[in-house]
């Protein structure tokens, strides 16, 4: 009776100390600052003077204002406007390069590239290419007799800039991801629709778009996050403006806390942007549970 | 069947063509900012070819004598060796206990990981950048490297790994006498080489590309890295310095562009096992 509580006990032990070098910096760097920032966001803090109790001030002031709303609107019209198309593209892309032919593999690279490539460099390469006076976006244009257009300082062409460069550096991870969807479905499936009959598009709209249904999900949630942190790129191109016309809400917290030092009042943002995506995680939790995938 | 035949061989054709134009929309800001970064200053206004008029070769030289370039690099590159060698720590030590080990409070400690997994970093930078001033640690590498001392991704990726092994090898370990330790150290980990390859690279990669972070936590120029040192010398209004900028960011990449064509199988397999589960 005793050796075997020993037992458990020594187990736990050495349980315990495995996981213990990967929990202490998730403790300190990603739970404690959740905590602090549910703290600091009923608080008045300026990093200099001590913090005042404030209540729910900066959030009732937050709420008021219409930024909040415009940013988070923002935030959905990027997803709105990019998601649709690297879903789309990506499906499409991985049905033409899920073989494994040296020509597909190189395409394969290629789109991914965006993806590795350092979006401080890549993004100051983009903003080159828009710039009104050297830009190689006007040159091309001005071959058509198109006058310059001040793409990032225009509020009517910089959020399309920014959801442009940001199709840019996703299509190749979601082609890369639904690849390896399309790879999963079983050669027995291709080879019983074949003997009867099914043309490509019936294969495709019938047998690959149903199966692999469970990656476009997991995709559509994945890609919703990513453009909600999106943080480089639109510091880089435009830092949220034109007239905050690019700005999200990462953008927006950033500027509130290290350009205004409104910590408390920033901290409210962050718990928003933290709160929001939560929701999308505990949806796609439930739906993941509801739709049950046999795999 | 000719006529059969001759559908397919237009369809493939097709195929290529769509392709390849996608090819060349992905891969026109490298080409262009390669080719640029050979621009002479006054050749900036593009007219019509996107060929330089000179080469100009001073151009990289120069680019790097703009800002102390030689100091981001090595920044970059010990913050971005500490943090892989830090998740080589933590990270498979982590993976195991969750696959292999049976202890009593592994359900509880895996969900509170699987918890932070939906923490956005985001979202926890003004807190953690007021832990590093009140550590008095903001300009250190230290700094640089917290948040990413551990990864979930390489968490997960190493457990699903793990689980693959089968139990029969860690028994007949056990009864040659090998504790747990000895166990994972010899057995374990020279079996995992390509898991543990799939996480160095990925570890390296996002934090050489990490910006938002390493900007906040650092204010001293001598502390930088490659990407925030970059980012302060972007400007619009630069004018004849573009080329030069070109120069500094086709440097920039050059590294993970190395890593990437050299090693496209482990990047290739670290995006398809996570992200399919």
Redesign the interface.
């Known amino acids: 009776m005793r050796s075997s509580r020993t037992k458990?006990l020594h187990?736990?032990a050495?349980?315990?100390a495995?996981?213990l070098?990967?929990?202490i910096?998730?403790l300190?760097?990603?739970?404690?600052?959740?905590i602090?920032?549910f703290i600091?966001s009923f608080f008045s803090y300026n990093?200099i003077t001590p913090m005042k109790f404030v209540g729910l001030k900066n959030y009732r002031n937050l709420f008021a204002s219409t930024e909040i709303w415009d940013t988070i609107l923002r935030n959905v019209e990027y997803a709105v406007a990019v998601i649709p198309i690297t879903l789309a593209?990506g499906f499409m892309?991985s049905v033409?390069?899920s073989g494994k032919s040296k020509?597909n593999?190189f395409?394969?690279?290629?789109?991914?590239?965006?993806h590795?490539?350092?979006?401080?460099?890549?993004s100051?390469?983009?903003?080159?290419?828009f710039?009104p006076?050297?830009?190689?976006l006007n040159?091309a244009l001005s071959?058509f007799g198109i006058p310059p257009i001040r793409w990032?300082n225009d509020t009517n062409t910089a959020f399309g800039c920014i959801c442009a460069v940001t199709i840019?550096r996703m299509?190749?991870?979601d082609t890369?991801?639904f690849?390896?969807?399309v790879q999963?479905i079983s050669k027995d499936v291709f080879e019983a629709a074949t003997i009867d009959g099914a043309t490509s598009w019936q294969r495709l709209r019938y047998i690959i778009f149903p199966l692999v249904s469970p990656?476009t999900f997991?995709l559509l949630i994945?890609n919703t996050?990513d453009v909600?942190?999106m943080?480089?790129t639109i510091?880089?191109l435009t830092d949220g403006g034109p007239a905050n016309s690019t700005q999200n809400l990462?953008v927006m917290?950033?500027d509130y806390?290290?350009n205004r030092f409104q910590?408390g009042y920033?901290?409210a943002i962050?718990?928003i942007?933290?709160v929001l995506?939560?929701v999308i995680?505990i949806f796609q939790r439930i739906l993941e549970r509801k739709v049950q995938y046999d795999q | 069947m000719i006529s059969e035949n001759s559908r397919i061989t237009s369809l493939k054709v097709l195929?290529?063509i769509?392709?390849s134009l996608?090819?060349f929309?992905?891969?026109v800001?490298?080409i262009?900012?390669i080719l640029?970064s050979f621009r002479e200053g006054s050749d900036?206004?593009?007219?019509?070819s996107?060929i330089p008029d000179v080469w100009r070769w001073q151009n990289y030289p120069e680019a790097m004598a703009m800002a102390p370039f030689g100091r981001f690099f090595m920044n970059s590159i010990i913050t971005s060796l500490l943090t892989v060698c830090a998740q080589l720590?933590?990270?498979p030590?982590?993976g195991?206990?969750?696959a292999k080990?049976?202890?009593?409070?592994?359900g509880f400690?895996f969900n509170?990981?699987l918890c932070?997994?939906?923490?956005?970093?985001?979202?926890?930078?003004?807190?953690?950048?007021?832990?590093m001033?009140s550590w008095h640690m903001t300009d250190t590498y230290f700094a640089i490297i917290?948040?990413s001392?551990?990864s979930m991704f390489a968490?997960f990726l190493l457990r699903q790994f793990f689980k693959t092994i089968p139990d029969a090898l860690l028994d007949a370990a056990k009864i040659d006498g090998a504790n747990?330790i000895e166990t994972f150290l010899r057995i374990v980990l020279p079996l995992a080489k390509s898991a543990l390859a799939t996480i160095v690279i990925f570890g390296f990669?996002s934090s050489?590309?990490a910006?938002?972070w390493p900007t906040?936590v650092t204010s001293d120029t001598y502390m930088r890295t490659?990407?925030?040192g970059?980012?302060y010398m972007?400007d619009?209004d630069l004018g004849s310095e573009?080329p030069k900028?070109?120069a500094?960011?086709?440097v920039?990449?050059l590294p993970?562009?190395a890593l990437?064509?050299s090693l496209?199988k482990y990047?290739?397999q670290g995006?398809?096992k996570v992200?399919?589960k």
């Not at chain 1, 395409?107 to 965006?114: E, G, N, S, V, W």
């Not at chain 1, 590795?116 to 890549?122: D, E, F, G, L, Y």
């Not at chain 2, 080990?101 to 592994?106: A, H, I, T």
């Not at chain 2, 923490?119 to 832990?131: D, H, R």
């Open positions: 458990t187990k736990e050495v349980g315990v495995f996981v070098p990967a929990l910096p998730l300190l760097f990603t739970i404690y600052p959740v602090r920032s600091l990093m593209a892309l033409m390069l020509a593999v395409y394969r690279t290629l789109y991914f590239a965006p590795v490539t350092s979006m401080v460099a890549m100051s390469v983009w903003l080159f290419i710039h006076q050297y830009g190689a040159a071959i990032l840019w299509i190749g991870y890369l991801v690849i390896g969807g999963n990656t997991m994945l996050i909600m942190q943080f480089t510091n880089v990462v917290l950033q806390a290290f910590i920033a901290s962050s718990n942007l933290f995506i939560l995680h | 195929k290529y769509i392709l996608i090819a929309a992905i891969a800001p490298y262009w900012m640029s900036i206004m593009v007219k019509g996107w720590i933590t990270c030590l982590a195991f206990a969750f080990l049976d202890f009593r409070s592994k400690l509170i990981f932070t997994m939906m923490v956005p970093s985001e979202s926890t930078i003004i807190a953690n950048y007021l832990t001033a917290a948040p001392l551990t968490i747990v990669v050489w590309n910006y938002l906040l490659v990407q925030t970059l980012r972007v619009p573009w900028i070109l500094a960011s086709t920039i990449i993970v562009m990437f064509v496209q990047f290739v995006i398809t992200g399919l």
